[in-house]
């Protein structure tokens, strides 16, 4: 794929050509093992568990004061659904927009066409250097790692991209991505590698903050190029839009001489009268604010204002198989608010981290399989109680937990042969089908008593392949009478 603009949509958006996603979207541990790992950590479940119940309350607290909030989710929902059914068209009409007022479109089908479609946009400009914006897009590409690998530095600006960044750490949260880390820990950080530094900083927010202003400003000032995502890109008229609460993306936005957007095809919305919708639900849902401090918004290059070289690069990465899946589709209208993260009991003990992922969370259980391919992460549709928490704050009512069961679904069918688990419930199955057979399991499952030793769980003692099963979960111990035992004594047969 080379850096020119084709003269139409390319065939991937023909479903379901394009490959699936590759970058930073497999997982290299088991969600299961992961997460126990996490558990351990408890300095990391008191950071997440403080932070994720101070934005829960502020998310509370401004979407009690819209009166109709149900009807401005429902509106995002059938935009987004609207939006996605005519897909091609939209990026068609983005596409001719963006070049009509200066901008160069680019067609990526993978993350490899991605990096290397930006790498060579950078090194056309001979610069050394790039700042970005926070961006999940190149989070998912692995694009910070592309760049590096053929000499370019690259400077995340956002304060906890930053932070994540120069701690040799890795994101765990799409909004607040160093929300794992406490004051302490930062304070640490940026004393041991940010150069110049006072050494008399302090762990107070005000200092840390003014620390990495200097240290950014710098950068911001130099910089030729920049690299950026996008919340939404208004197909009517070629406009892009990045929203953000610090200010570093308007700057990243405006001072360099070249500006390279890398956006997910889902992006797109038709209008400005839909961009006017998600306006509302985005800052709500995500930071708890009622606006957000900073939206940008640009369309092409305009002379002696801004970057004068604007390229947008258009990323699918499995994005149109995904489209192909009638019920997992819905998992592309996320508009990465993070809601679904703050209000998850699985993500709030685990972190991030847990799902080895770009995007953790509920939103990651399952727009990341889908990505790659259900059999490359298969563990995180199993990421979750089904409590249905997510789907009550998502802000475009995606539901969730029912895609959560239908790649489930997927990955049972998609076994070769049954698993230990799959064939223990069949047994089940057959026990629960015959009442004296169900009886007899009954009366046998007593002797559970016997190992549990009067404790209210049995030990996770068992062999293989009930260990696999026993090690993630409590077996409550057997009871003395069964339901049908206690009925019967308490109201005859």
Known sequence: MTATVPPKAPV???????PRGVGHLRGTESFPDAARHELRNGQLRANLGHATATIRGKRAGVVAEVPDWEQLRAAGKAIKAATMARLDEHLVSLERQVTARGGTVHWARDANEANAIVTALVQATGTTEVVKVKSMATQEIGLNEALEAVGLDVFETDLAELIVQLGEDSPSHILVPAIHKNRAEIKEIFARTIPGVDPELTDDPRQLAMAARTHLRERFLRARVAVSGANF???ETGTLSVVESEGNGRMCLTLPQTLITVMGIEKVVPTWTDLEVFLQLLPRSSTGERMNPYTSTWAGVTPGDGPQEFHLVLLDNGRTAVLADEVGREALHCIRCSACLNVCPVYERTGGHAYGSVYP?????????????????????????????CYEVCPVAIDIPSILVHLRAEHVEAQQKPTAEALAFR???????????????QRGARLGRLIARGKPTLPSVFPPPISGW????????PPTRTFVQQWTEEHGK
């Open 12 to 18: 991937f958006l023909g479903l379901p050509t394009a």
């Open 233 to 235: 890109a208004v197909a």
């Open 361 to 389: 969370g509920p939103i990651g259980a399952i727009l990341s399989p889908q990505l790659t391919g259900v059999e490359d992460n298969a563990s995180l549709p199993y990421a979750s109680s089904l409590c249905g928490a």
């Open 427 to 441: 047994s089940l199955a057959r026990a629960m089908s015959h009442p004296w057979l169900w009886h007899l399991v």
């Open 470 to 477: 026993t090690r993630s979960r409590d077996l409550p111990t």
